[in-house]
Structure formats: structure tokens, C-alpha cells
């Protein structure tokens, strides 16, 4: 029997930009493909890819992740070109560009992971501060999303505001 290892996908899930994202490297590792190979499936769909799902890391942004993360400079002698990084939306359209039974049970692991990652945030008790704080946020972000953040932001409104009185319909009202 193939005793299964777990892969601490929360580990490979950086904030970037204000999103979170994973490095094609990592999910290369995980897809257990070479980035290079990766990185052709993504170019041969590009159209699939817009910058909200995929985006390729400026310098000091890969620095600072290099920093954060321990690892040495691999550009020296491995990559030649700023890793890709990819949003939750962009790991989702990898398993129909990466057609393979690997590439499927990998990104089921990770969308578990995001999800998990979102109960979490959702499940930490916060103050009208904070919840409008998060709203503000939203708003920026809304502007490069659709509208499902829209909806997240109406809900927040609602959490905000005190509820109103509701208007009563009927005969006999005053």
C-alpha cells in the first residue's frame, strides 16, 4: 500500500500585491513537471490567463520573496527569467491547460487549502474597524475583479450598518 505524503501547500501561499498567489516553481513541484514546461502550457493559453489570475513578479518583488523565504539566488543558475506567480483563479485554469490525472488531484488539494485559508479569515472575530478596513480594501480590488468582490462588499456594508426597520406592506398601514 502507497502511503501518501502530505504537501504543506499553505506554505507555498505567499501574499503578493495584495493577493494570494503561488510561485510557478512551487506549483511545478507539486504538478511534478519542470516550471519551463509549466510556464509553455500557460504561454500556449494565454488568453486564459489574464493578469488578475497570473502575473509575473518584478525584481525586488522576487528579492523580497527570496529574502523572506531563505532561498538562494537562483537565477544565477537556474532561472533565467522573474517567476510567475499565480492567483487562486489562475491555479484553477492550470488544470485545464495541464491535462493530466496529477495535475487534477493537485489542484483539488490546493482549492481545499484556499478554501481552508477563507474559513480561517472568516472565522476570526472582528471589530466595525476592522470589517470596514477589509472593505476598503475590497473596493481597490474590485476595480480589477468582478462582481462576485461586489457582493462581498455589500455584505460587508450590511455587517457595518445597523439594520433598518423593515417597512410593513399590507392593508391598514399608516
Do not use: W
Request: avoid cysteine; hydrophobic fraction near 40%; proline fraction near 3%.
Amino acid at each position: 500500500m502507497e502511503e501518501k505524503t502530505i504537501i504543506p501547500i499553505q506554505d507555498m501561499i505567499y501574499e503578493i500585491r495584495g493577493q494570494k498567489v503561488m510561485l510557478d516553481s512551487d506549483l511545478a513541484k507539486l504538478y511534478e513537471i519542470r516550471t519551463k514546461n509549466l510556464n509553455k502550457a500557460v504561454k500556449r493559453n494565454k488568453e486564459r490567463f489574464p493578469e488578475f489570475f497570473m502575473f509575473q513578479l518584478a525584481e525586488e518583488e522576487f528579492n523580497s520573496l527570496r529574502f523572506q523565504t531563505g532561498t538562494s539566488n537562483e537565477r544565477k543558475g537556474g532561472r533565467r527569467y522573474l517567476p510567475y506567480v499565480f492567483t487562486e483563479h489562475g491555479v484553477l485554469m492550470l488544470s485545464s491547460v495541464l491535462n493530466s490525472k496529477k495535475a487534477v488531484e493537485i489542484n483539488i488539494e490546493i482549492m481545499r487549502t484556499f478554501v481552508q485559508l477563507r474559513r480561517y479569515v472568516i472565522s476570526q472575530s472582528g471589530t466595525s474597524e476592522q470589517i470596514a478596513e477589509l472593505r476598503k480594501l475590497l473596493l481597490l480590488y474590485i476595480d480589477k475583479n468582478d462582481k462576485r468582490v461586489n457582493d462581498i462588499v455589500i455584505a460587508l456594508n450590511n455587517l457595518i450598518e445597523q439594520p433598518k426597520p423593515a417597512k410593513k406592506i399590507g392593508f391598514g398601514v399608516n
